[in-house]
């Protein structure tokens, strides 16, 4: 069946984890024919046009050639199989849209070449070429495809993640492997937890996007050939070429192109956007309530506590520790936390231990987990010990994963979570020399031993009974009335009538036959085996997850949908988190991503390290997935996860975390303590910058809204608003909170310096409201300690700030707004303001415009939800940049007292 030579290639080549291009140059390519053009695209015939080359698989001899125009800006390109049989992402997990338009009306055109064939993707109006294959063959294989576009040289590329590189790739002998991994360290140059097959390319003409919808694992090949010639290269094992081309051609019009195809961010609540308090170490329910108490005896505003694994029962999810976690105490802990308007978030994974407890048995039950092909389940080893995985596509998963979530996290008597933390969806498999028959073997020390169980250590004020040392004489009555319940709870039965009937495939898609899914010959460079001489008997691509050649049970295989596996958990919970709480928005943060995944989760960055490279490097990543990913809700965590974080690393961190859009301080089990309140110097620095997030966070939370109605990012690098401006594209230590505030940390170990790059544009500093005159050139801000942090605001942009900041979101919602005009050169400035609820689902909401020119403020938009608070200062900040006419006195402050909850127009004189 294989060419006799190509094992020998193949292997040679798979030790580099490099092709092998002198076997793939042999190969034939494909000739076009049959072509037919309708007014919105064209369908072809591509047959292989020589013999069989066979390199790392079959040659498929038939493909079939799609290609539409969907809107103007938007075209799509797909090459498949002739038989339908190629695997391909269902469509049930990532849903196609369906709009065309005729294809003069595109931005984009599509040209092919009969023989040998190959394509461009043009500017309609320039005949600028963005992407053209003619450089090589087009390789379609049972196991192997490689398409190759020629580009400039030294491209301006972004995304291709998830990685922990710079943000504008390398372009040289650069390689970024696409299969999710558990990545412990999140190192440069290797696969990380999420698949983003999507970039965008700058040039001075424009940007445009490339998104192949594509799960398989994959090498992107950025490189020259030998004679010089620039490229970028997929290779993947297996799936369809599913190609959209998106024409920008500004980069935030691509990414907004971008959800048209691949689905808009969740829309987090509004105390979402709080700061999380979170450890791995938490060691019992006194240790978290004391941590909550020393955060508030300290001052320091934290809205949602969080526990990783150490509340469950042996590491099992679904339950808790009856010593160190009881039932009782965990209740009490979020009833505190609820009564103190503040939220409560635990962590679940996907593996549940395979041992006779109930989400385990009822899981046999539903048969919802993965299975061999012998019938029994895959057993794998995670925190519980050796463990099963549940089937996202098995038919009852849904009922099981709510019912599940229905009954551990019931508001009666269960953990009334506010939102969900999901890890280990890669999924994790921690190492079970393979083929993994003797998981027990491996499971040793899994579950580890537990720390001994403490009596409550210390009087806490205003807490129940339960956390005060024996004999102290407590308030019993701070514990909750029943009455005070706050949450809808629907009972089982109803939850079960919430679910909605699993959508059934067609037998198409599933994938060829025959193939070998635990070693496929050509070897991507998946960080959990390059390392090592590659051996078939390492396992390559299965090394520290579930097998590859473990069937779902919608007939498809992890070998082509390891890379959703997260997202299809994402999904189930947010369905579950729906059902527990109908009509409220869910909050989810996921290690693991996939195009699509942004509609049901947030992104964490996974397990850095606490170190200098690590806080930098948080940066370029949050940009990949607000910016570009389209992943909103994005951040890392603060001071660092794995490792001691320092006192000066960790006061950085709090005010840089400050402007992440998902913001917590996490740290691993061993690591020293970091809380905020640890130092005096990390508390006022995270004071400071909690103050200055709090005051924004209706900035944030509007920018969140319009990240989720039409795709523009909430961050933006700096390229994004400064296109033009060349020194732009490759910065990624300093970036845009919204389009208005320019975040430039300190990003050195014992520096109080920092070097900022202003664009030709009118800025203000945040804390003294002085002009501050861009002019293409760097500005070195100097003398800025541990708890300071630059920020400049950008002229033209209308801020509305809350007048204080307060402990709580729920509090910080009854203050008064502050409008914050920085006028433009030309005087004039514009803003918005979304206000709702804050939480639920189809609300009443006001979008609020304001326009500032001429020494007038007009406020208009839609005033659905009504408020109390109201505008009472206005803050007008003029610059001298561009004229001569303005006095050294810029700012002027007025009190007002101006409705929110009606259009008017008010002139300053
Ligand atoms: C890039 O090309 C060079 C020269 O052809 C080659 O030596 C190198 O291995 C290639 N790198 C990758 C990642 O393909
Ligand atoms: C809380 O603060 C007290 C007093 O500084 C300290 O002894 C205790 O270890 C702290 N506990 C936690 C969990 O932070
Ligand atoms: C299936 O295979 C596994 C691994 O070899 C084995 O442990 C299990 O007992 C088998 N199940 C059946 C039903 O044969
Ligand atoms: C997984 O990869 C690691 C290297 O990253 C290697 O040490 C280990 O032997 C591999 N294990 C298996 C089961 O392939
Ligand atoms: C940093 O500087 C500010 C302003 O001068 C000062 O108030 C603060 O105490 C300093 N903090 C530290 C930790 O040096
Ligand atoms: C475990 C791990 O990958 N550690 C890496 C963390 O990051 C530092 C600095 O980037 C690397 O040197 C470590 O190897």
Redesign the pocket.
Known sequence: MRHWKSSALALAAAVSAIPNYAALDECPGYVASDVTTSDTGLTARLSLAGDACNVYGDDLQDLILEVTYETANRLHVKIQDEGNEVYQVAESVFPRPSDTIPSEESNLRFDYTEDPFSFTVSRADTDEVLFDTSGTALVFESQYVRLRTNLPLDPNLYGLGEHSDPFRLRTNNYLRTLWNQDSYGIPTDANLYGAQPVYIEHRATGSHGVFLLNSNGMDVIINRTSSGDQFLEYNTLGGVLDFWFMAGPSPVEVTQQYSEVAGLPVFPPYWGLGFHQCRYGYRDTFDTAEAIYNYSRADIPVETFWNDIDYMDRRRVFTNDPDRFPMEQMRQVVDYLHEHDQHYIVMVDPAVAYTDYPPANRGMESDIFLKRSNGSEWLGVVWAGVSVFPDWFSGGITEYWNNEFALFFNAEDGVDIDGLWIDMNEPSNF????PCDDPWSAAVGYPPTPRPIRTPPRQLPGWPCEFQPPGTDCDASAKRSESEKRTPTISVEEQRAAVLPKRQDSGEWKGLEDRDLLYPEYAIRN???Y??EWNAA???L???TVNTNIGNADGTFQYDTHNMYGTMMSRASYDALLARRPGLRPLIISRSSFPSSQKYSGHWLGDNLSNWDHYRKSIRTMLAFTSIYQNAMTGSDTCGFGGDTTEQLCARWAALGAFNPFYRNHNSYNSRSQEFYRWESVAQSARNAIRIRYRLLDYLYTAMYKASTDGTPPLYPMMYLYTDDRATWSLDLQFFYGPGLLVAPVTQQDSTTVDVYLPNDVFYDWYTHQPICGTGATRRYTGQNTTMIPLLIRSGVIMPLREQSAYTTTELRTRDFELLIPLRADGTARGELYLDDGESFDTAFSLITFDYSNGELVIEGEFGYEIDPRITTITVLRSSCASSDVDGNSERRISVDISLNEASTTRFD
């Open positions: 190492p079970c020399f393979f960080r959990a085996a390392r090592t390492q396992g390559g299965s090394n520290k």
